[in-house]
């Protein structure tokens, strides 16, 4: 059995859901290959062959590949699907774009979103949002899934020595084309990479108030910002900090809650954090019974205490 991993990455480096890709590829069992498909990307393949692990890398260059195209990508994937047992898609938002094309042109079943290799055709994935664990069992020759990345150890990204191969064949499908992007630049830490994260809830009632009561604490902490999804629906913060279901999955070393109350689907995207830190003047919060510490206050007051303190 050989495990391909489709590499997140941004041409120069590789992006760190692939390095939890990597882990549970290899639970799967046999060798793990990483498929870089980009332009100009081959530093990115160069350190994808050091990840602990991989025993080859393909490297696929070609501009059809260079903004990531779910269609062009697929396309590539299924091309050399046949030498695979396994095919996995970090559960990002690029992943879940190619992952369900790849599954339905080979005409297999998508599993989606596992947390754990339990065996080589058996996965645990999270259902009900994250109320109840499903074992998924697949018969299929070869098995396309995506990974919650939040589930996985980050592989070293030092101590592999994988070979590089080029990889022909990639082809624009023509069926999309990039038009351009409109990118948020922020000094802070990527949300989903962050190891701290400081998130506010509706309960700020503005987004000037987001702003200057939070971002003193992150920028103390050095953390990310990011919101529940009634802030964001409010226009609180921008959709790109929404954690939840509907959100971005985290699991950061310290996940600080301010306001927010614990809807389900927010709990979802942020209970595997190692440390949470709720403050929340409802002792009734449901985030009381998620958070390893619970503050019963006024946010605009113990917040700025807390900077103070710090």
């Not at 590829?25 to 060798?31: E, W």
């Not at 301010?258 to 595997?272: E, F, R, T, V, Y």
Request: charged letters at 15%; hydrophobic letters at 50%.
């Amino acid at each position: 059995m050989t495990a391909l991993v489709v590499a997140e990455h941004d041409h120069a480096s590789l992006k760190g859901a692939t390095l939890n890709t990597i882990t549970a590829a290899a639970a799967c069992g046999g060798d793990v290959h990483v498929l870089v498909a980009g332009s100009h990307a081959g530093a990115a393949a160069q350190q994808a062959a050091q990840v602990a692990g991989v025993t080859k890398v393909l490297h696929a260059d070609d501009l059809s590949l260079a903004h990531q195209l779910a269609e062009n990508l697929a396309a590539l994937v299924v091309a050399i699907a046949p030498g695979y047992s396994h095919i996995l898609f970090p559960a990002t938002a690029n992943g879940k774009n190619a992952a369900p094309r790849v599954a339905a042109l080979l005409d297999v079943a998508q599993i989606s979103d596992i947390t754990k290799v339990l065996a080589a055709d058996t996965f645990e994935r999270p259902i009900y949002a994250g109320n109840a664990i499903a074992t998924v069992q697949s018969a299929d020759a070869i098995k396309v899934i995506t990974v919650r990345t939040t589930g996985f150890d980050a592989a070293p990204a030092s101590g592999g020595a994988g070979s590089v191969e080029p990889l022909s064949g990639a082809a624009d499908s023509g069926k999309s084309a990039y038009v351009g992007s409109e990118l948020a630049k922020s000094d802070r830490p990527e949300l989903t990479a962050a190891k701290i994260i400081v998130s506010g809830g509706r309960a700020l009632g503005s987004a000037e108030k987001f702003n200057e009561v939070l971002t003193p604490l992150a920028d103390k902490l050095g953390a990310a910002l990011g919101a529940s999804r009634a802030a964001v629906d409010a226009g609180y913060a921008p959709n790109d900090w929404q954690v939840g279901q509907t959100g971005k999955i985290v699991a950061p070393q310290l996940y600080v809650a301010c306001g927010i109350s614990g809807a389900i689907q927010h709990l979802a995207g942020m209970k595997d954090s190692k440390v949470i830190v709720a403050i929340n003047k409802d002792p009734e919060a449901p985030i009381f019974s998620v958070a390893d510490f619970g503050l019963e206050a006024d946010l605009f007051a113990a917040v700025p205490e807390l900077v103070k303190s710090l």
